[in-house]
């Protein structure tokens, strides 16, 4: 009895990288020390392998290695001709990082409205705002789901819209076994430490089909360089370290298993937390496999939220609002048009995230849901439902 009270009073982190770190460890330590004693520290042989590799997961002719998530995005918008005076759609209910890359080529963003169920671009939403000036889509996978690849991918046929995936949160999630990442004119990964993949640092890749796109970045990544010191056009300083590299490599193969058992997880919350009427669950659109990076609940209003939030950090569980201000709500974006994005507006008034890593454990998820459901019946919100 004691022995399952102080267990069940450990607090549990939204991700706990230490505990997916313990079980790699040894083939993590031979990585680095390998790198360490090559001699070769940056866009070396293990970049170009981890380029292979994730092009061959995802399904596209390149892979192209960079600092960041981030500026994989802006890689991809540069290289793919986007720049001052034309506008890009995307969503607002995603991390900055999305608009920011938009920004970054001078381009305008276009904050469309979302799915209330999967939190993901609503087509109709994006093709009322096509206009003559509208030169593409960022379309964001959120949570791991894939958003509304074929409609979308028509969308952009039809106006002639290049498409420019964020995939920062979906690696391993596909629409109809399509991987995101192999639609649009390129899929933009991060390897940010809590991502599905994470580096123990910084990091990012895009993938695409298109040999002058990937060339482009390339190029770009490296000082709008080809050959060491004839800089062809303005670049960046954008590169991927080798050991970052190798820590990547040797945590990819094991993402599978890993989804695996986040989905586990994610089937577990569901099915205690459906019980309750005050809960919605997130809808699993079940055109492929979602990669489960947030279990994303909502709940009633902002004031029931708040009082789950606090129980659950009485008990040392974290919780976290992705996200609590929407991209056309913050400060920078006060320039732009205000935009009418009611289903945006009412996701962020009501969604929660709850712990979600491989190495959760079953009775973590139980203590979890308890704590939640408990809050609810204290606070006389809704009913059970079975
Ligand atoms: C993490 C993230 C990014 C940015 O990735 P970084 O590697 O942190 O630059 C962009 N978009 C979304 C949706 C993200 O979750």
Redesign the pocket.
């Known amino acids: 009895m004691s022995e399952t009270k102080s267990a069940a009073a450990a607090p549990i982190p939204m991700v706990d990288l230490l505990a997916e770190h313990s079980v790699l460890q040894p083939a993590l330590n031979d990585a680095v020390l390998r790198v360490i004693a090559s001699g070769s520290y940056i866009l070396g042989t293990e970049v170009s392998a981890l380029e292979r590799e994730i092009a061959q997961m995802v399904g596209t002719r390149h892979a192209v290695a960079c600092a960041?998530?981030?500026?994989a995005?802006h890689l991809a918008l540069r290289a793919a001709g986007i720049g001052p005076g034309d506008e890009v759609i995307t969503a607002s209910f995603?991390?900055i990082?999305?608009a920011e890359a938009i920004s970054y080529v001078g381009a305008t963003p276009v904050f469309a409205d979302i799915e209330p169920g999967t939190f993901n671009l609503d087509p109709a939403s994006v093709e009322r705002l096509i206009g003559p000036r509208t030169c593409a889509l960022v379309p964001?996978h959120?949570f791991g789901q894939a958003a509304e690849c074929a409609a979308l991918a028509q969308l952009c046929e039809r106006h002639g819209l290049k498409m420019i995936e964020?995939c920062?949160?979906s690696l391993g999630g596909d629409w109809d076994g399509r991987m995101t990442g192999a639609w649009g004119a390129a899929g933009c990964f991060?390897?940010?430490p809590t991502?599905n993949l994470g580096a123990y640092g910084?990091?990012?890749i895009l993938t695409t089909d298109d040999d002058v796109l990937a060339d482009t970045c390339r190029v770009l990544r490296s000082h709008g360089s080809r050959v060491r010191y004839h800089h062809e056009v303005l670049g960046y300083n954008s590169r991927l370290d080798e050991i970052q590299a190798a820590i990547l490599r040797v945590k990819l193969p094991h993402l599978d298993r890993f989804s695996a058992l986040r989905a586990e997880h994610a089937a577990r919350y569901r099915e205690r937390l459906e019980q309750h009427s005050a809960l919605v669950m997130p809808v699993e659109h079940g055109n492929g496999r979602h990669a489960w990076h947030q279990f994303t609940l909502r709940l009633p209003d902002s004031a029931t939220r708040d009082s789950v939030i606090k129980a659950l950090a009485a008990e040392k569980i974290a919780s976290m609002i992705y996200y609590p201000i929407p991209v056309h709500r913050q400060k920078v974006y006060e320039h732009l048009p205000a935009a009418s994005l009611p289903e945006t507006d009412r996701a962020a008034e009501q969604v929660l995230s709850l712990p979600m890593h491989p190495m959760l454990s079953d009775a973590q998820v139980d203590r979890i849901c308890d704590v939640v459901l408990r809050v609810l019946r204290s606070v006389g919100v809704g009913r059970y439902i079975r």
């Open positions: 960041s998530g981030t500026d995005l995603t991390f990082g999305t964001v959120l964020d920062a949160q991060s390897f940010y991502k910084d990091g990012g």
